[in-house]
C-alpha cells in the first residue's frame, strides 16, 4: 500500500519567515468545506458534521453549500431555504457561510436531462458544434441563458446572503461554440468573415503548421467568458456588494477559458477592482492514481505562480477532491499531505469535498478527517506564510508565444488541452525541481511539442542559457537549427548504456537513438554498445552535453522520460550542475520516488524543501546537497511532529556546499 508522507527542510529563522510578505487576509478563509447538493436533504448528517467541526477547532474556516443544477426559480427558493438554518450553526462556530453555483455553462448532458422542476430552454441557449448540430452545454452569449444565471445568482443572494460566492469550473467552452452569434463576434474580433466549416478546418483540420486563427480563437473564448462573469459581478453589485467572488476552475494546463483565467477573473472583479478568488482543481480523485498527483501538482503550480503576479487575485484555493466518491474514500491522510504538497506548490488555502449523504457513509469518516485537518493545521499555516516571500525554483517548462498557434491533438474534452507537459510528470518523480516559467528558473526543458509552440528569438533566449532535452526534442530543434554534425540514428535492437564504465541493459522494445558527431567541443556523459555479451561492440552515443551556438549549453539525454536507473539519474543530475554556471541550487540523492519542491527567495537562495514520498513505503535516509542557502543551521519539520534541527555538514570537494543528511520517510 502506497504511503505518502512529507516533510520541509526549512533555511529561514523563523522571524525572517514572518517578516516576509504579508500574510493571507484572514477575510480569505484557509481551510474550506465543500459541501454536495443532497446533503441539503440530510439536515441530520450536516449537524454531525457541524458536530465534527466543534470537536475539532481549526478544521474548518468556511463552507460552500449547493443547490441542483437547473431549477426554475421557485424550486431554487425552496432548495435554498433548505440551506438557512445552516447559517446559524456556522456563525456560532464562526465558520463563514457561502455558496458554491455547481452548474453554470453546463457540465455536458445534465443540460438535456429536464426534470419538471428544471428550467425549459429554447435551443437557441445551447452551443452550436461545427456540423451545426446543438450541444448540451449554453452558449455564453445567449441572452436566455444569461438571463437565467442572472435570476439564479440575484435569488441566491437575496435568500442567503452568503460570505462567498463561486461559480463551478464550467465555466469553459470546451469545444467553443459555432452559433450565428459567436460566429459573428469572432468574425468581428479577427477581422475576417469565417463559416463553421472554414473555421474547423483551420481549427482542427489537416494543417499541421501553427495558425494565428487557432490563438485568436482561445482569446476569443476567453473574451465570451468574460460576458458571462460579469453576470455574477452585476448580481453581486446590486443585490449584496459584500460578498467576495471567486471562481473554480480547471487545470492550468487546459485552456478552456482563454490563455489564462484572467479575462474571466476581472470580470468577476469588476469595475471597483474588487479581489477575486481562483480554485484551481480537476484530477486526483482517488488515492491510486499518483500521476494524477503529480499532474495536478503541476497545474497548481503554473496556476499559483501566474496569479501571484496579479493584483486582482485574493485568494488562490487548492482543490482537494474526494468526488467522485468511491467505495472506500480517499484517505483522509493522504488528502492531508496532498495538501500540504500544494501549499508548497504555491496555493494559500484549500477547500476540500468529502461527504455524501446520497452514499449514506459514516459520519465516523468525517471524525477523522476533521481530526486530521485541526491537527494538520499549524504545519500548513505555516506552509503557507513561508511562501508569501519565496517563488518555486528549478527546472522550467515554458509555454511560448505559439502554444495556441500550434496544431490540436484531437476535437475531443483535450480541445484546447494545450501538449506541452509530454511526460513531465515522470520528471518531478524522479525527484527534479520542476517548476513553471513564471517562476526562479536554473534550466529550461524544452520538448518536442513544446518547441512548436516557441517563436525563434524566444528558443534563442533560452539556447543562451542551459537546457535540458531528450533527442526527439533535439531532432525538432533541428528543424529549426540545423545542426549538421551531430547525427541521430534510432536503432531497435537490444544494446547496453555505459555509464561511467558500468553496462545496463537495454530490452529490445525500448526504442533510444544513436547519436554521432565528430565536434571536439561535447562531453560525452554515455555510450550504446551491442546487445551481444559475447561480442561488444560501441554503436553510439546515448547523451552528452552539446555546446549551443547561442552561448548556452544543452543536456541531452536517451530516454529522458523513462524510468531510470540509478545510475541514469546520477547521469542526469551530474548533466544539470555541468550545464548550470554555479551548479543547481539543491540536489537530492536517492533510488526512490519523491516530489522535491525548493523555494527560493529574491536572492536566489533556497528558504525551504519540500518532500513528499511516492514510493510504497519507508525511504532509505535521504541526501541533499544545497548549494545557494539562506541559513547554515536549517531544521527538519515533520507534520504533527516538532521540528527539529537537521543534520548538516560541508560538502566534501564542493567550496561553500552544505551536505544535509535526513532520517528515512
Known amino acids: 500500500m502506497k504511503k505518502l508522507l512529507g516533510s520541509l527542510v526549512c533555511f529561514a529563522a523563523l522571524t525572517a519567515m514572518v517578516s516576509g510578505a504579508g500574510k493571507v487576509s484572514p477575510e ?34 468556511e463552507i460552500w453549500f449547493c443547490i441542483d443544477g437547473l431549477t426554475d426559480l421557485p424550486a431554487s427558493e425552496e432548495d435554498l431555504r433548505r440551506i438557512l438554518p445552516y447559517r446559524k450553526r456556522c456563525e456560532e462556530l464562526g465558520i463563514q457561510f457561502s455558496f458554491q453555483l455547481g452548474l453554470t455553462l453546463g457540465h455536458g448532458v445534465q443540460l438535456h436531462k429536464a426534470r419538471p422542476e428544471d428550467r425549459q430552454f429554447s435551443e437557441d441557449a445551447f452551443r ?155 484530477g486526483f480523485y482517488n488515492d491510486k492514481d499518483f500521476g494524477g498527483l503529480v499532474q495536478k501538482y503541476l497545474c497548481i503550480q503554473e496556476e499559483g505562480a501566474k496569479c501571484r503576479q496579479q493584483d486582482f487575485v485574493g485568494q488562490i484555493c487548492y482543490e482537494a477532491e474526494n468526488y467522485p466518491h468511491i467505495a472506500l474514500l480517499k484517505n483522509p491522510q493522504c488528502m492531508m499531505n496532498e495538501s500540504m504538497l500544494m501549499l508548497a506548490g504555491g496555493v494559500d488555502s484549500l477547500a476540500l469535498y468529502w461527504h455524501s449523504g446520497d452514499y449514506y457513509e459514516s459520519a465516523r469518516s468525517y471524525d477523522r478527517f476533521a481530526e486530521l485537518c485541526a491537527q494538520y493545521r499549524p504545519y500548513w499555516e505555516a506552509l503557507r506564510d513561508r511562501n508569501q516571500s519565496t517563488v518555486l525554483y528549478g527546472i522550467s517548462r515554458p509555454l511560448g508565444t505559439n502554444a495556441f498557434n500550434a496544431p490540436r491533438p484531437s476535437a475531443g474534452d483535450n480541445f484546447w488541452v494545450v501538449p506541452h507537459w509530454d511526460m513531465i510528470p515522470t520528471l518531478v518523480t524522479y525527484g527534479l525541481p520542476i517548476c513553471p516559467a513564471e517562476a526562479h528558473s536554473e ?15 524566444e528558443l534563442e533566449h533560452y539556447l543562451a542559457g542551459p537546457v535540458i532535452m531528450d533527442v526527439p526534442a533535439w531532432m525538432k530543434l533541428n528543424q529549426i537549427f540545423p545542426q549538421t554534425n551531430i547525427t541521430v540514428t534510432p536503432y531497435a535492437q537490444g544494446t547496453f548504456e555505459v555509464i561511467d564504465g558500468a553496462s545496463y541493459y537495454y530490452p529490445l522494445n525500448s526504442v533510444r537513438y544513436l547519436l554521432q558527431t565528430d565536434r571536439t567541443d561535447v562531453e560525452v556523459l554515455a555510450t550504446f554498445e551491442s546487445g551481444d555479451p559475447a561480442n561488444r561492440q560501441p554503436l553510439g552515443i546515448s547523451s552528452m552535453i552539446v555546446p549551443s551556438e547561442f552561448g548556452g549549453k544543452i543536456l541531452l539525454v536517451n530516454d529522458l522520460y523513462c ?51 511516492l514510493s510504497s513505503g519507508e525511504t532509505d535516509t535521504i541526501q541533499l546537497t544545497v548549494r545557494s542557502y539562506g541559513s ?16 548538516v555538514k560541508k560538502t566534501e570537494g564542493e567550496e561553500g556546499s552544505l551536505t544535509i543528511t535526513l532520517p528515512p520517510l
Not at 40 to 52: K, L, R, W
Not at 245 to 257: I, K
Not at 443 to 455: M, S
Open 28 to 61: 480569505w478563509p484557509f481551510i474550506i468545506s465543500r459541501q454536495m447538493p443532497c446533503m441539503n436533504y440530510y439536515p441530520e448528517v450536516m449537524e454531525q458534521i457541524f458536530d465534527s467541526f466543534q470537536a475539532n477547532p481549526g478544521a474548518c474556516d
Open 128 to 282: 452550436m458544434n461545427p456540423d451545426g448540430s446543438r450541444s448540451s452545454e449554453f452558449c455564453p452569449t445567449s441572452p436566455e441563458a444569461l438571463s437565467y444565471l442572472y435570476e439564479r445568482t440575484k435569488l441566491i443572494l437575496e435568500v442567503l446572503k452568503p460570505d462567498s460566492f463561486w461559480p463551478d469550473d464550467d465555466m469553459r467552452l470546451n469545444h467553443g461554440c459555432y452559433c450565428p452569434r459567436c460566429m459573428k463576434g469572432f468574425s468581428e474580433f479577427c477581422g475576417k468573415e469565417w463559416t463553421r466549416e472554414e473555421l474547423y478546418h483551420h481549427l482542427m483540420g489537416t494543417v499541421n503548421e501553427p495558425e494565428p486563427v487557432r490563438g485568436q480563437w482561445v482569446q476569443y473564448e476567453g473574451k465570451l467568458l468574460a460576458g458571462a462573469g460579469e453576470v455574477f459581478r452585476r448580481a453581486v453589485e446590486e443585490v449584496h456588494p459584500d460578498c467576495r467572488l471567486g471562481v473554480q476552475a480547471d487545470p492550468a494546463n487546459a485552456h478552456y477559458t482563454g490563455p489564462n483565467k484572467f479575462a474571466l477573473m476581472k470580470a468577476l472583479s469588476g469595475p471597483k477592482h474588487n479581489k477575486v478568488g481562483i480554485r484551481p482543481g480537476g
Open 443 to 457: 534550466v529550461t526543458l524544452l520538448t518536442d511539442n513544446t518547441i512548436l509552440g516557441l517563436t525563434k528569438a
Open 563 to 613: 524510468c531510470p536507473t540509478t545510475p541514469k539519474r546520477q547521469l542526469i543530475l551530474n548533466g544539470l550542475d555541468k550545464i548550470t554556471p554555479n551548479r543547481m541550487a539543491v540536489r537530492m540523492e536517492t533510488h526512490e520516488q519523491f516530489v522535491m519542491t525548493p523555494r527560493v527567495d529574491a536572492d536566489g537562495k533556497i528558504q525551504t524543501i519540500t518532500l513528499l514520498n
Open 632 to 647: 547554515k543551521r536549517p531544521y527538519w519539520s515533520v507534520p504533527c511532529q516538532k521540528k527539529v534541527r537537521a543534520k
